[in-house]
Antibody, heavy 122, light 107 residues
Framework: QLQLQESGPGLVKPSETLSLTCSVS??????????WGWIRQPPGKGLEWIGS???????YYNPSLKSRVTMSVDTSKNQFSLKLTSVTAADTAVYFC??????????????WGQGTLVTVSS | DIQMTQSPSSLSASVGDRVTITCRAS??????LNWYQQKPGKAPKVLIY???SFQSGVPSRFSGSGSGTDFTLTISSLQPEDFATYYC?????????FGQGTRLEIK
């Protein structure tokens, strides 16, 4: 049974960098069949895709966040990470890590972490 | 980017009702459309992928249809556990986008 678990600070100051890690268990992040990614949800609002990463390190980012986002993968630890720079209150959200099977038609995100709330405040 | 517009934004219905939620894409996305259910405090769960394919384990009262720009999610007979928020999502482009959500409430 695959499990994804987000971890990182729950409070980040404005203008600083948000850093989160997603730990994967019950499966290998090095599987060539899957993409991994981050999706966020501001309190009471809808879902926003942040970016996706392959085990090789290739990435796709949301153009509206691209200048501030960096995603990376650590196959030795079976983890992938998100860094979002220069955060503001608008970046306050629940951050989910998730994965999709790249060969499945329409590539639905079918495995998710439980989500972690990150608040941006001084 | 491809805009996804859901209607209605919220909906009140009773147990046993048939409910339809609509999702419209700003351009042709073929069948690259997924539907998710999200309950408060939980991660979204995929119900339907490729517009009309059932995700394993999802009750058969959920169905999806459509292609191109117009899609629907239908719940044939609402059950108490179906009251939640529903999102559509397109994966036609690498810039993935979601609809704004439809909140389904108990009447």
């Amino acid at each position: 049974q695959l499990q994804l678990q987000e971890s990182g600070p729950g409070l980040v100051k404005p203008s600083e960098t948000l850093s989160l890690t997603c730990s994967v268990s019950g499966g290998s992040i090095s599987s060539p069949s899957y993409y991994w990614g981050w999706i966020r949800q501001p309190p009471g609002k809808g879902l926003e895709w942040i970016g996706s990463i392959y085990y090789s390190g290739s990435t796709y980012y949301n153009p509206s966040l691209k200048s501030r986002v960096t995603m990376s993968v650590d196959t030795s630890k079976n983890q992938f990470s998100l860094k979002l720079t220069s955060v503001t209150a608008a970046d306050t959200a629940v951050y989910f890590c998730a994965r999709y099977h790249k060969a499945q038609t329409s590539t639905p995100w079918d495995d998710w972490g439980q989500g972690t709330l990150v608040t941006v405040s001084s | 980017d491809i805009q996804m517009t859901q209607s209605p934004s919220s909906l009140s219905a009773s147990v046993g009702d048939r409910v339809t939620i609509t999702c419209r894409a700003s351009q042709n996305i073929g069948n690259y459309l997924n539907w998710y259910q999200q309950k408060p405090g939980k991660a979204p769960k995929v119900l339907i992928y490729a517009a009309s394919s059932f995700q394993s384990g999802v009750p058969s009262r959920f169905s999806g249809s459509g292609s191109g720009t117009d899609f629907t999610l239908t719940i044939s007979s609402l059950q108490p556990e179906d009251f939640a928020t529903y999102y559509c999502q397109q994966s036609y482009t690498t810039f993935i986008t979601f609809g704004q959500g439809t909140r389904l409430e108990i009447k």
